[in-house]
T-cell receptor
Framework: EAGVVQSPRYKIIEKKQPVAFWCNPISGHNTLYWYLQNLGQGPELLIRYENEEAVDDSQLPKDRFSAERLKGVDSTLKIQPAELGDSAVYLC????????????????FGPGTRLTVL | GQQVMQIPQYQHVQEGEDFTTYCNSSTTLSNIQWYKQRPGGHPVFLIQLVKSGEVKKQKRLTFQFGEAKKNSSLHITATQTTDVGTYFCAGRRANDYKLSFGAGTTVTVRA
């Protein structure tokens, strides 16, 4: 089974430039997450999709960040314009469902995109 | 910010020794998950704990969920070089699907 695919793996841009990240989740996974991971920290949720609907984007800085998952499969995360503080690893994850009750399904992470803003 | 705290931040272990890393939340959790991230890699799911006082074992790894469901621990026996990496706990509060990750415990092993 193919894992979560992300591209590019690395991206170096100058500040104020736009950048986009792409994610292809595991086939059949209807829940997709974008996380930001700073060095020495755990992943922090940016946005969560259930199929094509963004059900939680409360942590997404909407002045410069946007995301879409038009057909409920692939997703893109965009930053425009990028700032120095956006340098981090952007992780995409997917799961087969958000679940109900006490247990939730495990999340499968992609390799991430390491963004460097100069 | 992180709602789940992990200690210690770094753990330097002699190969063959045991160690424990701890995860604490100020609020009651409905469940907790543990992930491992190898250097340069991405988080990989290890286990999920749901019940109060639950204990689960995976070979040399023992995971425990506290009785009050506010803390968890990961105990590794006879540490090996393959245990190197950062171990994250991630907690979810009741009626909230958001998973909050701790900052992780980074483990290095002296051969």
């Amino acid at each position: 089974e193919a894992g979560v695919v992300q591209s590019p793996r690395y991206k170096i841009i100058e500040k104020k430039q736009p950048v986009a990240f792409w994610c292809n989740p595991i086939s059949g996974h209807n829940t997709l997450y974008w996380y930001l991971q700073n060095l020495g920290q755990g992943p922090e949720l940016l946005i969560r999709y259930e199929n094509e609907e963004a059900v939680d984007d409360s942590q997404l800085p909407k002045d410069r960040f946007s995301a879409e998952r038009l057909k409920g499969v692939d997703s893109t995360l965009k930053i425009q314009p990028a700032e120095l503080g956006d340098s981090a690893v952007y992780l995409c994850a997917s799961s087969s469902g958000s679940g109900q009750g006490g247990g939730y399904n495990e999340q499968f992470f992609g390799p991430g995109t390491r963004l460097t803003v100069l | 910010g992180q709602q789940v705290m992990q200690i210690p931040q770094y753990q330097h272990v002699q190969e063959g020794e045991d160690f424990t890393t701890y995860c604490n939340s100020s609020t009651t959790l409905s469940n907790i998950q543990w992930y491992k991230q190898r250097p340069g890699g991405h988080p990989v799911f290890l286990i999920q704990l749901v019940k109060s006082g639950e204990v689960k074992k995976q070979k040399r790894l023992t995971f425990q969920f506290g009785e009050a469901k506010k803390n968890s621990s990961l105990h590794i026996t006879a540490t090996q070089t393959t245990d190197v990496g950062t171990y994250f706990c991630a907690g979810r509060r009741a009626n909230d699907y958001k998973l909050s990750f701790g900052a992780g415990t980074t483990v290095t092993v002296r051969a």
